[in-house]
C-alpha cells in the first residue's frame, strides 16, 4: 500500500533528496588531530574527498596535516 508523503516545502524536498544520495555514496573516513591534540575522524563523500585532496595538494601538503591547519582559521561570522 502507497501511502502518500506529507507535504514539504521546496527547501525540504531538495534536503531530502540530497540526503538520500549522499547516503547512498561510499563515505570515506580521514582520520585527523585537532588543534587541541584531539583525534578525530570525519565522514566525507568522495566528491568532498576529492575536493580536500585538491586544496591540500595546492597548499603542499597531505589531507591529515591540510585540517589540521584549517583548523587554525578563525570561524566566520
Known amino acids: ?13 531538495a534536503f531530502i533528496r540530497g ?4 547516503s547512498r555514496q561510499r563515505t570515506i573516513h580521514l582520520k ?10 570525519t565522514a566525507l563523500t568522495a566528491a568532498e574527498a576529492s575536493r580536500v585532496n585538491t586544496l591540500a595538494r ?4 597531505a ?3 591540510f585540517l589540521r591547519a584549517a583548523a587554525h582559521r578563525p570561524a566566520a561570522g
Not at 32 to 41: E, H, I, Q, S, V
Open 19 to 22: 540526503l538520500v544520495k549522499t
Open 32 to 41: 585527523w588531530t585537532d588543534r587541541d591534540g584531539t583525534a578525530r575522524l
Open 1 to 13: 500500500m502507497n501511502t502518500p508523503a506529507p507535504a514539504t516545502a521546496p527547501d525540504d524536498d
Open 63 to 65: 589531507p591529515e596535516p
Open 58 to 61: 595546492a597548499a603542499g601538503l
